[in-house]
C-alpha cells in the first residue's frame, strides 16, 4: 500500500495531466465578430434595401441598420408633398 505521501504526489501528477489536457483540447475558435445582410424596407408602399450589421463583441451584441435617409424623410414628413421631400434629400446630400 502506498503512503500518504506517494498518494499525494500521484494526486497531483493527476491533476497536472488533468489540466494540461484541457488546455490542449480547449479551440480558439476564431468567431466571425460581424454579419452583414440585406434586408427590405417598407413604407407608403415604396421599399429600400438597408443593410443591417451585428457586431458580436465578448458577449455583448451590437446591432447597427443602414437605410437611406429618404426612408427617415419620408417617414417624417409623410408622402404628400413629394417635391418637399425631394428638396430636403438634395438640401442633405449638398446639391
Known amino acids: 500500500m502506498l503512503n500518504t505521501k ?14 494540461c489536457w484541457c488546455l490542449v483540447s480547449c479551440k480558439n ?14 413604407l407608403a408602399n415604396i421599399g429600400w434595401k438597408s443593410k443591417k450589421i451585428n457586431r458580436y463583441i465578448n ?14 424623410i419620408l417617414k417624417d414628413q409623410g408622402s404628400s408633398d413629394l417635391k418637399k421631400v425631394d428638396s430636403i434629400y438634395n438640401a442633405h446630400i449638398g446639391l
Open 6 to 19: 506517494e498518494n499525494k504526489l500521484k494526486f497531483r501528477y493527476y491533476i497536472l495531466v488533468l489540466l
Open 29 to 42: 475558435e476564431a468567431k466571425d465578430t460581424e454579419q452583414v445582410y440585406d434586408e427590405y424596407y417598407r
Open 59 to 72: 458577449t455583448i451584441n451590437y446591432t447597427a441598420t443602414e437605410v437611406p435617409i429618404v426612408y427617415y
